[in-house]
Nanobody, 126 residues
Framework: QVQLVESGGGLVQTGGSLRLSCAAS????????MGWFRQAPGKAREFVGV????????AYADSVKGRFTISRDTAKNTVYLQMNSLKPEDTAVYYC???????????????????WGQGTQVTVSS
């Protein structure tokens, strides 16, 4: 059974940092891309960034570029989202997801992702 479990969310002040983790289990993710999405109340789920499991290549949404960094630890089967210089508009539930079709399909569309975690809340106070 595939499981993606996020952790590391919380309350932080503007300008602060948080590191989210996503522990993956239940299958081999070597051919997957691991994405991070977020969803604020009343808004659609939004692409944040992605890392390919095998090569570690990354891509980011413009809104987080230069502030957020995605990495993965293949030995621990864990993906990380390091968030720096946080802003109130970063407040959302953050999800990690696994995409097996990233080579031929969009990496920014939530519907292209096969597996999802339960989400972790990030709140940035002003």
């Amino acid at each position: 059974q595939v499981q993606l479990v996020e952790s590391g969310g919380g309350l932080v002040q503007t300008g602060g940092s948080l590191r989210l983790s996503c522990a993956a289990s239940g299958r081999t993710f070597s051919y997957y891309a691991m994405g991070w999405f977020r969803q604020a109340p009343g808004k659609a789920r939004e692409f944040v960034g992605v890392v390919t499991w095998s090569g570690g290549n990354t891509a980011y949404a413009d809104s987080v570029k230069g502030r957020f960094t995605i990495s993965r630890d293949t030995a621990k089967n864990t993906v990380y989202l390091q968030m720096n210089s946080l802003k109130p508009e970063d407040t959302a539930v953050y999800y990690c997801a696994a995409n097996s079709q990233w080579r031929t399909m969009s990496i920014t569309e939530p519907r292209r992702y096969d597996y999802w975690g339960q989400g972790t809340q990030v709140t940035v106070s002003s």
